[in-house]
């Protein structure tokens, strides 16, 4: 399995930026899929959860009300639609696949991962 994670990039505060992950192979569809974000110096968190059929979803406190995550299986991918963003959402965003068809909230859920893209939001 091979996760490609794009859209990242320099935006101002306010603005907004849509995240993809293109995802291999053929059983996409029973994944769960997430959204996590690591900027320098801290751990990666967590950020937004899809489960398998798009009809269950899960955000961090810092991100709900400002990003929505969505996924289309018929193209293999999920979306991070980010808007209202603030100085502090800078960071490498990484998209991973769930072990199983669930949205989880804990990297230890996850057992693939995207190579990351970078966002960073200046003031």
């Known amino acids: 399995v091979q996760l490609q994670a794009s859209g990242g990039g320099l935006v101002q505060a306010g603005g907004s930026l849509r995240l993809s992950c293109v995802a291999s192979?053929?059983?996409?569809?029973?994944?769960?899929m997430g959204w996590f974000r690591q900027a320098p110096g801290k751990e990666r968190e967590f950020v937004a959860a899809?489960?398998?059929?798009?009809?269950?979803?899960s955000y961090a406190n810092s991100v709900k009300g400002r990003f929505t995550i969505s996924r289309d299986n018929t193209k293999n991918t999920v979306y991070l639609q980010m808007n209202s963003l603030k100085p502090e959402d800078t960071a490498v965003y990484y998209c991973?696949?769930?072990?199983?068809?669930?949205?989880?909230?804990?990297?230890?859920?996850?057992?693939?991962w995207g190579q990351g893209t970078q966002v960073t939001v200046s003031s």
């Open positions: 991973a696949r769930g072990r199983g068809t669930y949205y989880y909230t804990l990297v230890r859920e996850y057992d693939y």
């Open positions: 192979g053929r059983t996409f569809s029973t994944y769960g």
């Open positions: 899809i489960n398998w059929s798009g009809g269950g979803t």
